[in-house]
């Protein structure tokens, strides 16, 4: 396997470790250098996570918008076969 451009996790496998890097940190008990990396990484892990809000919210920005700009309201379509 080549390496390359890492690819992003997804929203959910990134915040699961986050979670586990800050749990670690938390802890205190990571030598100096572990720790400093730990740290790097949760940086990394919150700028994906805060990218893929931002991503997201943009699309339902878009998704709620009228030609005007004004944004609105409607509920999610119900799935067809819900109510079966």
Known sequence: MA???KEEPS???GLKRLEEVLDA???G???L???MRAFEEGVQLVRV???KLD???KRVELLLKDDAGRF???PFPEDENSGS
């Open 29 to 31: 008990d990571l030598p």
């Open 33 to 35: 250098e572990e720790a």
């Open 25 to 27: 940190l938390e802890h």
């Open 3 to 5: 390496k390359g451009k």
């Open 72 to 74: 609105f309201t409607r």
């Open 55 to 57: 991503e997201v919210e």
């Open 49 to 51: 996570c805060h990218k």
């Open 11 to 13: 929203f959910e496998a």
